[in-house]
């Protein structure tokens, strides 16, 4: 009888502990709103084109507005000689509306103009108002020839 309360209750507290655990996963895991638009993100660009000068160099940005770069575009930062990021510009807190597209401010960091969220130009980190970093895309450069390829 002692066993089968004792199976009874570490049943419950698997369940209860299971129960937690995935609750925590599906909020830490969050990267956007549910409503933010779903893309096919596939750009190449050669960065040694002087449209492209910007990225020449570390901490150098530029908005990539063309097909393949999403509903609203991408915010693309050279890191260093070999890396780069490239941010969706759709707020990723916010559903799309009207002010809700990312913006760089003083080539340092990245706002939302509808609400004054702020993250970090070169890491993505939420630095004001906004829980969770902008959409991020991966990026492969080719150094030999200059290709930055940007994809979801």
């Not at 199976?7 to 502990?17: G, M």
């Not at 003083?106 to 509808?114: Q, R, S």
């Not at 980190?125 to 200059?146: F, L, N």
């Amino acid at each position: 009888m002692l066993y089968n309360i004792i199976q009874k209750i570490s049943k419950f507290l698997l369940a209860i502990s299971l129960l937690t655990m995935l609750t925590q996963c599906s909020t830490e895991r969050q990267e956007t709103v549910s409503c933010f638009p779903q893309s096919l993100i596939n750009v190449q660009i050669n960065i040694n084109l002087p449209a492209y000068r910007n990225l020449w160099y570390a901490n150098g940005w530029i908005y990539l507005d063309q097909q393949g770069a999403g509903t609203r575009g991408l915010i693309i930062v050279r890191i260093d000689d070999t890396h780069f990021k490239a941010y969706d510009r759709n707020a990723p807190h916010l559903c799309p509306d009207t002010d809700t597209t990312l913006e760089v401010k003083d080539g340092i960091k990245i706002i939302c103009p509808k609400d004054g969220a702020e993250w970090i130009l070169r890491t993505g980190e939420p630095s004001k108002v906004a829980k969770v970093p902008p959409k991020t895309y991966y990026t492969i450069y080719e150094a030999s020839s200059g290709t930055l390829i940007i994809k979801n």
